[in-house]
Structure formats: structure tokens, C-alpha cells
């Protein structure tokens, strides 16, 4: 594996087999350390991206693809497909285990609503180790904060929804267009849904609980 992942300026990037775009690639390139999941590690050695770990147990590719994945590979790590976690997990597992500051996850989210919601709980694992971690695709950019996040104004993804992790989170919203003070999101409600930055930037304060900070689009971003 190339010796990048104590480079603080760079991070981790994790691809997973969901949704992808050639766009994402120079994002992908830009990681001090790449890590292919299943699919996705065939994803990035088709684009000429050889990664630095491969991980999963790669019932998604054939045997040919998956020894060319094998061979692109800095390390190769093949599981059972009868575990107890995804193999986004297993990648997220690894990731940690570098202890970088910041890991960007692509392909995380796609077709299955039930894999794009267990990436969004990853996220809540990076967070619980101080790792700040975010789900990127051309419509959607989601991270998690639990104290304070400054955001600029990014017309390629203009609408920000801060939504509850578990039942409640207070929040106070600061240059939006519907700012909030101290202002309890419940879950169940859609209170934190769409809204836009008025002006360059904004702060999203979190008094209590942890908020999903969901910036999106309804055009497809390269």
C-alpha cells in the first residue's frame, strides 16, 4: 500500500458498488489511500484506478473479474459471503484502522434503499471515532455533525436538510433562509427539510443530539 494515509491534507476514499460517475473520478484519485468494495474495486481497476485495498467477499463480480481486481490490487482482502456484516462495513472497519481524519464514501448510495440507509449508519461509526465522514454522489453530499459545521454556499448542491438522528435534535440554523434558534427537530416531522443559504455561508449550531446534514440537488452534478 502506498505510505499516504498519515497525509492529514488527504483522505480516505471508499468505493462501493452503487451509483457512480466518471466525474467522481479526479475525487477518487485525490485519496491518500483508496479502498474498492466489492463491485466498486472492479469499478475503479476499469477506469485505471488501482486500489490500495480491495475488500468484500465479491459475490458480485465473476471469477475472471474477480482475479483482475486480485491482481490491481495492493491488497486483496476476499470474505465469506456468510458474515455478520456488508461489505461496506468490512471497508469501514478497515479505513478506521488507518486513523485518518477524513474518509469520502462514493457508490454508497444507489438502487437499494436498504444498503444507501446502512451507509448513512456508517457514517455515524466514522463519527463515534472522531472521523469525519461523507457520502458523495452527483446529487446528494451527506455527512453527520454533532457541534458545529460551517457551510459555503454551493450551487451544484443548493438545498440543506438537517434531520434527527434518533428522536430529537436542537439545533440553531444561521444564514439560511429559514433560520432557526435553539429549535427542536422531532423525528417524524419535516421541519429541517430543504432549506437554502441566503448569502456565502452558513452555521449549523447542534445543542443536543447528532443531525444528518444532507445537501442536495435536483440536477446531476459533475
Known amino acids: 500500500m502506498k505510505n499516504r494515509a498519515s497525509e492529514q491534507s488527504k483522505y480516505i476514499a471508499i468505493v462501493a458498488g452503487g451509483t ?3 466525474s467522481l473520478l479526479p475525487h477518487i484519485r485525490a485519496a491518500a489511500v483508496v479502498i474498492g468494495v466489492d463491485r466498486g474495486a472492479l469499478w475503479l481497476v476499469r477506469h485505471g484506478v488501482s486500489p490500495d485495498v480491495s475488500i468484500g467477499d465479491f459475490d458480485s463480480v465473476t471469477l475472471r473479474e474477480k482475479k483482475r ?11 465469506q459471503p456468510e458474515k455478520d456484516a456488508t461489505d461496506l462495513e468490512l471497508a469501514i472497519d478497515h479505513a478506521i484502522s488507518l486513523k485518518p481524519k477524513h474518509v469520502m464514501l462514493f457508490g454508497a448510495l444507489g438502487r437499494r434503499f436498504d444498503h444507501a440507509m446502512g451507509a448513512v449508519h456508517m457514517l455515524l461509526r466514522l463519527e463515534s471515532h472522531n472521523i469525519y465522514g461523507v457520502i458523495v454522489d452527483n446529487f446528494s453530499k451527506i455527512n453527520i455533525v454533532r457541534r458545529q459545521q460551517r457551510l459555503l454556499r454551493n450551487a451544484s448542491y443548493p438545498y440543506v436538510s438537517v434531520i434527527p438522528v434518533a428522536s430529537t435534535v436542537t439545533v440553531t440554523l444561521k444564514g439560511f433562509v429559514y433560520d432557526l434558534i435553539r429549535k427542536p427537530l422531532h423525528a417524524g416531522t419535516s421541519l429541517g427539510i ?15 443530539g447528532l443531525a444528518i446534514v444532507i445537501r442536495s440537488t435536483d440536477v446531476f452534478v459533475r
Do not use: F
Open 20 to 22: 457512480l460517475d466518471l
Open 69 to 79: 481486481i486480485h491482481n490491481a490490487s495492493g491488497i486483496y482482502m476476499e470474505y
Open 194 to 208: 430543504s432549506n437554502e443559504i441566503s448569502g456565502k455561508s452558513a452555521i449549523i449550531d447542534v445543542h443536543r
